[in-house]
């Protein structure tokens, strides 16, 4: 495959992604992901910013060893501190890279960097010999190009590829670009640049005004070959370019994008599931490709055109994106061997059998209280019984609720604090609300509850439900998560679970934009 034709695929979900406010992950979920991100084939994991927290640093350092076969990128400033840093994280990395950057709009030099063109320039010049000096694989790019000089632009780029970067990055930082304007932008900066055949072009686009897909793939049609985006179009703010939506239309549409990838796709919704159960953030039912409604169809006609030929009303197979359109049974006569297959085919490796034994556990309770036993039951109880690396100060022993027409709801919780088991009850507007009332009786937190959602995670009455819980506490925020065929349960399983991870000495997001 030629470069001319190949289309990199940049995932940035573990760094700009994790941006999103609440969206924190640890450093097993962030291997996690960027195992399944291997599986798919991406070519490239920005895996962290490593100047951003002693955190970052270890995920990224960690996901370098684990992961073989993509290449792993690092955010840095352009500063010698951050450079350092991120050479540091990536030692061991079969494939490293260095993503270096500097702000090149007026308003962000003027007021951000507070430095004159010349000097941004002699920076971001000095940032990629540095970093070429640790990696051969240097990227740079100018954060907010979107509202660029365009001579500006083709000066630094110009110099920043003499000095030895070999992919150079065009964001739309701010989600300003509109397709036609932006596409236009990518084809000036590789006409007018003399050295542009020396570098590959890349754009990272921002949704603020719900364009980033479609400036992306404007900037694809227009020369741009690296696309970075993210899952579920992870990401601070609005969010950033979907990958499912990138990767999906540019296969579908050969027409028009002469580019093929090689994402092994039937990975994208295993990994979708995956990264939404992490960060606690659902995909909506609409959403394209990989949202449960994608590929369903209720309107008669619709119906009856799909059952005479698929493509009538349907543009691509629910298959090659990793929907089951025929799916094995589970249920409580199902056997290890079955679940532990399936999470294979969902794209989870289990090798610990102590973790298959406790899954396995975990799982014949749900079956005995659910007749069928979903994909996305499974989704959530991988989560729920995932490695604990949270140190559990509290713990849910028992608790019995009670909601009275016309009256007040009471809850009594019976909690294990530090290894002591103690009793607390409390009324509340609703047996939700009374729970949390009860555990913040012995607790104490300090917490502010700033989300709390409630999703099920399948159809019907006996589904479960997976509850979110949002905290924050002196500007740190956490995610807790619970799952339950009882949602007040589950709401109360996420709230001692965002309770168990304020305990933990944690990171503040870091809000750096490219």
């Known amino acids: 495959m030629s470069t001319s034709d190949h289309l990199v695929i940049f995932d940035t979900t573990l760094r700009d992604g994790e941006q999103s406010p609440g969206a924190s992950m640890t450093l097993e979920e962030k291997v996690r992901i960027a195992t399944s991100l291997e599986k798919m084939k991406v070519d490239v994991i920005e895996a962290g910013f490593a100047a951003a927290s002693p955190g970052d640093f270890d995920a990224i350092q960690a996901i370098a060893q684990a992961v073989k076969d993509s290449t792993i990128c690092s955010l840095a400033r352009a500063t010698d501190g951050d450079l350092e840093r991120a050479a540091g994280a990536l030692k061991g990395a079969n494939r490293a ?43 740079f790019s100018c954060e907010d190009a979107g509202r660029s000089e365009v001579d500006f632009l083709c000066r630094i780029i110009e110099q920043a590829i003499d000095a030895g970067a070999t992919t150079i990055n065009i964001p739309d930082t701010v989600g300003y670009a509109i397709p036609e304007q932006f596409g236009d932008l990518i084809a000036q900066l590789m006409n007018r640049i003399p050295n542009a055949d020396k570098a590959i072009f890349s754009v990272h686009c921002h949704n603020d005004l719900g364009l980033a897909v479609a400036n992306s793939l ?15 179009g992870l990401g601070e703010r609005a969010g950033n370019a979907s990958l499912e939506e990138i990767v999906m239309a540019v296969r579908t549409r050969p027409d028009l994008f002469s580019v093929t990838t090689q994402l092994d796709t039937r990975m994208i919704v295993p990994t979708s599931r995956l990264v939404s159960s992490v960060t606690g953030f659902p995909v909506q039912p609409n959403k394209a490709i990989v949202g449960a409604n ?17 493509e009538t009303y349907e543009i691509m197979k629910a298959e090659d994106v990793g929907w089951h359109t025929n799916r094995m049974v589970l249920g409580k006569h199902s056997g290890r061997n079955a679940l532990k297959a399936r999470f294979e085919e969902l794209g989870y490796s289990i090798a610990d059998e102590h973790q298959l034994m406790a899954l396995f556990g975990r799982f014949k309770d749900l079956a005995d209280r659910k007749h069928e036993i979903f994909d996305e ?17 509290y713990a849910l022993m028992d608790m019995s609720t009670a909601a009275v027409y016309g009256g007040k709801p009471t809850a009594t919780i019976q909690l294990k604090v530090d290894g002591v088991q103690v009793e607390t009850s409390a009324e509340g507007d609703g047996q939700v609300d009374a729970s949390f009332k009860a555990i913040e009786k012995v607790v104490q937190s300090g917490a502010n509850l700033q989300i709390f959602s409630v999703n099920a995670v399948t159809e019907g009455t006996e589904s479960q439900g997976e509850s979110t819980v949002r905290l924050e506490k002196g500007g740190r925020i956490v995610n807790g998560k619970g799952a339950d065929t009882d949602i007040v349960v589950s709401a109360v399983k996420a709230y001692i679970h965002a309770l168990n991870l304020l305990t933990q000495e944690g990171k503040l997001n870091p809000q750096i934009t490219v």
């Open 97 to 139: 890279r260095i993503h270096t950057f500097i702000a090149t709009s007026p308003i962000h030099m003027k007021y951000k960097l507070q430095m004159e063109p010349d000097q941004v320039v002699e920076r971001a010049v000095h940032a990629v010999k540095t970093a070429r000096g640790y990696v051969d694989d240097v990227e």
């Open 377 to 393: 039951d499974l989704h959530a109880l991988l989560s729920e019984s995932g490695p604990k690396t949270v140190p559990e100060r």
């Open 294 to 310: 994608a590929f369903a169809h209720e309107a008669g006609i619709h119906q009856d055109g799909v059952l005479k030929h698929r």
């Open 218 to 232: 404007a900037a694809v049609s227009r020369g741009a070959r690296q696309v970075e985006c993210t899952i579920n």
